[in-house]
């Protein structure tokens, strides 16, 4: 939308004047964030690796958001390969790999090995403060 603004008015707008303009409209965002499921700050090198990306379909699924036929697919055989072997998702941004599977324990109660406080720096959802959206 900026690269447009500019081509057809020739003013340049930040992309966060877009996401400001959303907030105020009450307009959905196009992109669902789940904290729930992504509670990390997940460092630069981890951040397309297979099962982020199906934790973000995932997300996508939850929140009623379209996902295509191929995500789809590849989201039940993933989530059947979870199953099969009774794993989750577990992150150490610490490691080359970032993301590893790890055998299921009693307290884990959704796809991902929780953590005990999130560190994401992108929150699941706007905030209501004092009756407006920030």
Same mark, same amino acid.
């Given at each position: 939308?900026?690269?447009?603004?500019?081509?057809?008015?020739?003013?340049?707008?930040?992309?966060?004047?877009?996401?400001?303009?959303?907030?105020?409209?009450?307009?959905?965002?196009?992109?669902?964030?789940?904290?729930?499921?992504?509670?990390?700050? !997940?460092?630069?090198?981890?951040?397309?690796?297979?099962?982020?990306?199906?934790?973000?379909?995932?997300?996508?699924?939850?929140?009623?958001?379209?996902?295509?036929?191929?995500?789809?697919?590849?989201?039940?055989?993933?989530?059947?390969?979870?199953?099969?072997?009774?794993?989750?998702?577990?992150?150490?941004?610490?490691?080359?790999?970032?993301?590893?599977? !790890?055998?299921?324990?009693?307290?884990?109660?959704?796809?991902?090995?929780?953590?005990?406080?999130?560190?994401?720096?992108?929150?699941?959802?706007?905030? !209501?403060?004092?009756?407006?959206?920030?």
């Amino acid at each position: 939308m900026s690269d447009e603004y500019m081509r057809k008015y020739g003013i340049k707008m930040s992309l966060s004047t877009w996401g400001n303009f959303r907030r105020r409209r009450g307009l959905d965002r196009r992109i669902v964030r789940n904290d729930d499921l992504i509670p990390w700050h !997940v460092r630069e090198e981890h951040r397309w690796v297979y099962p982020v990306t199906m934790l973000r379909v995932e997300a996508r699924r939850r929140a009623g958001m379209p996902i295509s036929t191929d995500d789809q697919h590849r989201l039940d055989s993933w989530k059947a390969m979870l199953e099969e072997e009774d794993a989750v998702v577990h992150y150490d941004p610490d490691t080359e790999d970032g993301f590893f599977y !790890v055998p299921r324990e009693p307290q884990d109660t959704d796809l991902i090995r929780r953590t005990e406080s999130k560190t994401t720096l992108r929150p699941a959802a706007d905030r !209501v403060v004092d009756g407006k959206t920030e």
